[in-house]
């Protein structure tokens, strides 16, 4: 059995080896511009950078703590790998057959990598549970699992905030786009009133115009009637009728314009009418707080909108019938709100 002082000494020339390998460079080891394209040490590169690797790692470890059988494997491993590291550096073309002894250093190396990292890698996982502060983990674990509940309910309170702004909001956009269609109907109701006053203006020109044509031939007919004098009856019959018939045609000339002026009139009133009604509609929905009340001014408009109403125009005009559940619907309210 070694003494304490042995093991140390064995701690320390394994900490050696581990400091001066740990110095090496992988790619260094190739030697391709020292030497040719062809003869050079590229193919081992890959092998001794898994190596050094595993050597850097462990020279960032306490060792101090391994057994003194494990310390000696280390030893014995890394000797092999400086001792193929040296063989590398010190190869040169300046001898018999320089290809071979290359491919045979290469082929060396690379069967001494099972040797090499076998006795490295199991300190290396020992020492690495020995850096690892697993209560500092279960610390920062549980401030985490602590922290993620508290931004848990705070998130939560967040979305319940954000759900009862967007429902708000959804009702808000409700109501905008049944004021916005409201306000588009009536612009649509103004377009047609402004048409319809337009075609009146014509109609009422062309019965003007009819009415005046009309007299105009009347009062020539009377004034040929003084000195018309007819050979017989059969001629009297037919002047009559002849100017009957064009008396008729142009009475009735008259009365087909009058009738598409005031049915012109009729809609240019009645389109007015329900724009006015549908521009004062956002008026009354903004001054009333509760829903029935809003419910009964929204079947109001669309009475307006959609019930014929008398205009004075049209002969034998009747009010259309009003929409009963305004009536039930203000009922409720005004109930409701004594009850309550």
Not at 48 to 67: G, Y
Request: with cysteine; glycine share 2%.
């Amino acid at each position: 059995m070694a003494t304490p002082e042995q093991r140390n000494e064995k701690i320390k020339e394994a900490k050696k080896l581990l400091e001066e390998l740990a110095a090496n460079k992988a790619t260094a080891l190739a030697r391709t511009e020292e030497l040719s394209r062809d003869i050079n040490f590229s193919d081992a590169v890959p092998f001794f950078e898994e190596m050094l690797d595993i050597a850097k790692q462990l020279n960032q470890r306490s060792i101090d703590r391994l057994a003194l059988n494990q310390i000696n494997q280390i030893i014995s491993g890394l000797t092999t790998l400086k001792n193929l590291i040296k063989k590398v550096n010190d190869f040169t073309l300046n001898q018999n057959t320089p290809a071979d002894v290359c491919q045979a250093i290469i082929q060396e190396v690379k069967n001494a990598y099972d040797t090499i990292m076998e006795p490295l890698t199991v300190p290396l996982a020992f020492t690495a549970t020995l850096a690892t502060d697993y209560a500092k983990i279960e610390r920062e674990a549980k401030g985490y699992h602590a922290t993620m509940r508290e931004e848990a309910g705070a998130f939560k309170k967040l979305l319940d905030s954000y759900k009862l702004d967007a429902e708000k909001a959804l009702q808000a956009v409700k109501d905008q786009a049944a004021e916005a269609g409201v306000a588009t109907n009536a612009q649509i109701f103004l377009t047609d009133s402004d048409n319809h006053a337009k075609v009146a203006k014509k109609w009422l020109t062309a019965t003007i115009w009819a009415s005046i044509i009309t007299l105009a031939v009347a009062a020539i007919f009377v004034f040929i009637s003084f000195k018309y004098e007819p050979k017989s009856t059969a001629v009297a019959i037919q002047y009559v009728v002849s100017k009957l018939i064009l008396l008729s045609t142009l009475s009735f000339g008259i009365f087909w314009c009058a009738r598409n002026y005031k049915s012109s009139k009729h809609n240019e009133t009645l389109n007015k009418h329900r724009a006015n009604a549908l521009m004062t509609f956002r008026a009354f929905v903004e001054g009333s707080g509760e829903q029935q009340i809003k419910e009964a001014i929204l079947l109001q408009a669309a009475q307006a909108a959609f019930v014929n109403r008398p205009t004075g125009y049209e002969a034998q005009e009747k009010e259309s019938q009003t929409i009963n559940p305004v009536v039930e619907i203000l009922g409720k309210s005004i109930t409701k709100s004594g009850s309550s």
